[in-house]
């Protein structure tokens, strides 16, 4: 168990819906990462938080947002759902810091029908 | 910009023998690399990083990996492979100057024979 908690596992949701994933970090970590593993594109960066503020930002679409709040949990908000869209997504955490250890969630199947 | 290769997509080894998943990598700054495993219906664990300290790492599980800037390698081994090593494994760089997101290989697939 790495200690991040996201929800739900799973999602199945129709095109052009909204959706909401949620991402509770480690204790005490401050830092944030959201990534997406799908079959064509591999596992890729999304978007990093830090302490509430966005700190980098990957290969995330402009229909996907995402937030971190004061008791640092995160979401991940992805709209006008697309078939291309069904895929893992990760939530990772860590203390901050180039030298830290990125801890990983077991991720949200969203599956788009 | 920063990447990783794995050479290889599927890996398969007997029981008992030598693992080894290669990783090459591209970076214009001195590069922190990454390695971890994905078991099915699972998130990614860490097994070993290289943040400029020792070249030769060692992880979990009995892996080891070795930097080799003048071969910009940073591939996997393990000595004897074990039934329960089977899994998927990525190699990832992030930047050592700060950026702290990581860029993933495509991963290896490793499958052990009995």
């Known amino acids: 168990d790495s200690g991040v908690t996201q929800t739900p596992k799973h999602l199945i949701t129709a095109t052009g819906q909204r959706v909401t994933l949620r991402c509770s970090p480690r204790?005490?970590?401050?830092?944030v990462y959201w990534y997406q593993q799908s079959l064509d594109q591999g596992l890729q960066f999304l978007i990093q938080?830090?302490?509430?503020?966005?700190?980098a930002k990957g290969n995330i679409l402009e229909r996907f947002s995402a937030q971190q709040f004061p008791d640092l949990h995160s979401e991940l908000n992805l709209s006008s759902l697309e078939l291309g869209d069904s895929a893992l997504y990760f939530c990772?955490?860590?203390?901050?810091?180039?030298?830290?250890?990125?801890?990983f969630g077991q991720g949200t199947r969203l599956t788009v029908v | 910009a920063q990447s990783v290769t794995q050479l290889g997509s599927h890996v398969s080894v007997s029981e008992g023998a030598l693992v080894l998943l290669r990783c090459n990598y591209s970076?214009?700054?001195?590069?922190?690399l990454f390695w971890y495993v994905q078991y099915p219906n699972q998130g990614l664990q860490l097994l070993l990083k290289?943040?400029?300290?020792?070249?030769l790492v060692k992880g979990i599980n009995g892996f080891e990996a070795e930097f080799k800037k003048s071969e910009t390698s940073f591939h996997l081994t393990k000595p004897s492979a074990h039934m329960s090593d089977a899994a998927e494994y990525f190699c990832?760089?992030?930047?050592?100057?700060?950026?702290?997101?990581?860029?993933f290989g495509t991963g290896t697939r490793l499958t052990i024979i009995p």
């Open positions: 990832a760089v992030s930047d050592a100057g700060g950026n702290e997101k990581l860029t």
């Open positions: 204790s005490g970590d401050l830092s």
């Open positions: 938080y830090y302490n509430g503020e966005e700190r």
């Open positions: 290289y943040t400029s300290a020792a070249t």
């Open positions: 970076s214009s700054v001195p590069p922190y």
């Open positions: 990772a955490s860590s203390e901050g810091g180039k030298r830290s250890e990125a801890f």
